[in-house]
């Protein structure tokens, strides 16, 4: 995206200009000077046939890398309205894709394009952009901007980096205040929570699109990492059926194509890793990641795992998942099978206090020691660590 610098304050008067680097945001649609485009004519009309191109450019420049590393060259030249409609035109295929993995993971993409602007220009442009986003925030002194602590708890929860963690945040007066780019990379969040809802399309539109489309979609299916991290693809030794509620659902989100966070990515990593699961097994896990890159994975998996000879990262304690919010004792509504939407009365147990003691009890088999390059038949040590270590704990598979 062109970074040009921006004279103080003037962006923010000219809404043209705005809407031209952030068309996701309401109001884009000025752009088009009041004509309507029908989702039949943004898919046929050859008017609109340069949109098209560079919107297809984007889907696939996201398919290969969420992280937005990749140009789309023809983005920077395009006017205003083509801007917007290639959006538009990305936005209603990818909601009428058969999965709405590719979707989340083209807003990861567009959030981060937008976010190398938002982290460069005058602070004045990023509270614009917060505000017709909805997350109003305030100027501070210097460059620094303050969140409502509500708004920064929404949108900071989502992000791995511990930094991010409201014990590390100026907290004045029921405000959070932040530096520029760290605000930046809050709205970043705002933004991919904004394009990752699905369009709603009508069946008889949807079949249109996916016809219209039909090589596109494919494409993309072609390119997209598959979300292997079934109970199928766990080693025999492995038995997922005894998991503990918080891991289930950690796989699940990930298997459905969500986000995890980064407390998240590093507890399942762990876990895996001592309940038996070799090296790849607990790479694929991540697939289903909307971000998900296959060499930051591996490289992160074989940190934690490798730790101690082989040993691995402790996962977390009962206490510290339910700190993260990533505690299902209650159950999850959300989850298919009733005997996960149920609460958990083995979790009340006043002894139970690890993930990996609830699985021992359950008759789970847990590694104790292993050779760092070789997956070894998991032992049964005696009892279960009441005040597990509690590491400085490295980066989480799969970090955006």
Same mark, same amino acid.
């Given at each position: 995206?062109?970074?040009?610098?921006?004279?103080?304050?003037? &962006?923010?008067?000219?809404?043209?200009?705005?809407?031209? +680097?952030?068309?996701?945001?309401?109001?884009?649609?000025?752009?088009?000077?009041?004509?309507?485009?029908?989702?039949?004519?943004?898919?046929?009309?050859?008017?609109?046939?340069?949109?098209?191109? #560079?919107?297809?450019?984007?889907?696939?420049?996201?398919?290969?890398?969420?992280?937005?590393?990749?140009?789309?060259? +023809?983005?920077?030249?395009?006017?205003?309205?083509?801007?917007?409609?290639?959006?538009?035109?990305?936005?209603?295929?990818?909601?009428?894709?058969?999965?709405?993995?590719? &979707?989340?993971?083209?807003?990861?993409?567009?959030?981060?394009?937008?976010?190398?602007?938002?982290?460069?220009?005058?602070?004045?442009?990023?509270?614009?952009?917060?505000?017709?986003?909805?997350?109003? !925030?305030?100027?501070?002194? /210097?460059?620094?901007?303050?969140?409502?602590?509500?708004?920064?708890?929404?949108?900071?929860?989502?992000?791995?980096?511990?930094?991010?963690? &409201?014990?590390?945040?100026?907290?004045?007066? /029921?405000?959070?205040?932040?530096?520029?780019?760290?605000?930046?990379? #809050?709205? +970043?969040?705002?933004?991919?929570?904004?394009l990752a809802v699905p369009?709603?399309?009508?069946?008889?539109?949807?079949?249109?699109?996916?016809?219209?489309?039909?090589?596109?979609?494919?494409?993309?299916?072609?390119?997209?990492?598959?979300?292997v991290a079934r109970s199928?693809?766990?080693? /025999?030794?492995?038995?997922?059926?005894?998991?503990?509620?918080? !891991?289930?659902?950690?796989?699940?989100?990930?298997?459905?194509?969500?986000?995890?966070?980064?407390?998240?990515?590093?507890?399942?990593?762990?876990?895996?890793?001592?309940? /038996?699961?070799?090296?790849?097994? #607990?790479?694929?896990?991540?697939?289903?990641?909307?971000?998900?890159?296959?060499? #930051?994975?591996?490289?992160?998996?074989?940190? !934690?795992?490798?730790?101690?000879?082989?040993?691995?990262?402790?996962?977390?304690?009962?206490?510290?998942?339910?700190?993260?919010?990533?505690?299902?004792?209650?159950?999850?509504?959300?989850?298919?099978?009733?005997?996960?939407r149920e609460r958990d009365?083995?979790?009340?147990?006043?002894?139970?206090?690890?993930?990996?003691?609830?699985?021992?009890?359950?008759?789970?088999?847990?590694? +104790?020691?292993?050779?760092?390059?070789?997956?070894?038949?998991?032992?049964?040590?005696?009892?279960?660590?009441?005040?597990?270590?509690?590491?400085?704990?490295?980066?989480?598979?799969?970090?955006?």
């Open positions: 995206m062109c970074r040009t610098a921006i004279r103080h304050g003037a &962006l923010v008067r000219d809404g043209r200009s705005l809407y031209a +680097e952030y068309p996701f945001l309401p109001g884009a649609e000025s752009l088009l000077g009041g004509e309507t485009v029908s989702v039949r004519a943004l898919l046929e009309d050859p008017s609109y046939d340069r949109a098209r191109s #560079i919107g297809r450019a984007r889907v696939l420049a996201a398919a290969d890398d969420p992280r937005a590393t990749r140009d789309v060259a +023809e983005l920077d030249a395009a006017e205003p309205e083509v801007r917007y409609l290639s959006l538009l035109f990305d936005r209603i295929v990818l909601s009428a894709a058969p999965s709405s993995a590719a &979707l989340r993971r083209w807003a990861v993409a567009e959030a981060k394009r937008s976010h190398g602007r938002l982290s460069e220009v005058p602070v004045e442009e990023l509270l614009e952009v917060a505000s017709r986003l909805g997350v109003p !925030i305030e100027p501070r002194s /210097g460059d620094r901007v303050a969140f409502r602590l509500a708004d920064y708890l929404h949108w900071a929860v989502p992000i791995r980096e511990a930094d991010f963690r &409201l014990a590390r945040q100026e907290v004045d007066h /029921g405000t959070v205040v932040v530096g520029r780019v760290r605000g930046a990379r #809050i709205i +970043e969040e705002a933004v991919r929570g904004r369009v709603p399309l009508a069946e008889d539109v949807r079949q249109l699109v996916r016809q219209r489309e039909a090589e596109l979609l494919d494409d993309v299916a072609r390119r997209m990492p598959a979300p199928s693809a766990l080693p /025999g030794r492995v038995r997922p059926e005894l998991f503990p509620p918080c !891991i289930r659902k950690m796989r699940r989100t990930l298997e459905a194509g969500e986000n995890l966070s980064h407390a998240g990515r590093f507890a399942l990593a762990a876990f895996l890793h001592r309940v /038996g699961a070799d090296f790849e097994t #607990i790479v694929d896990a991540y697939r289903g990641a909307p971000d998900f890159d296959e060499s #930051i994975t591996r490289y992160q998996v074989e940190h !934690i795992t490798h730790r101690d000879g082989g040993v691995g990262y402790e996962p977390p304690e009962c206490d510290t998942l339910r700190s993260h919010g990533l505690c299902f004792r209650e159950g999850d509504p959300t989850a298919p099978s009733p005997a996960d009365p083995r979790c009340f147990d006043p002894h139970l206090r690890h993930p990996l003691q609830y699985y021992r009890l359950r008759g789970g088999r847990v590694v +104790e020691r292993r050779a760092p390059d070789e997956g070894a038949e998991p032992t049964a040590p005696a009892g279960a660590p009441d005040t597990p270590a509690t590491p400085a704990r490295p980066r989480s598979p799969g970090r955006r």
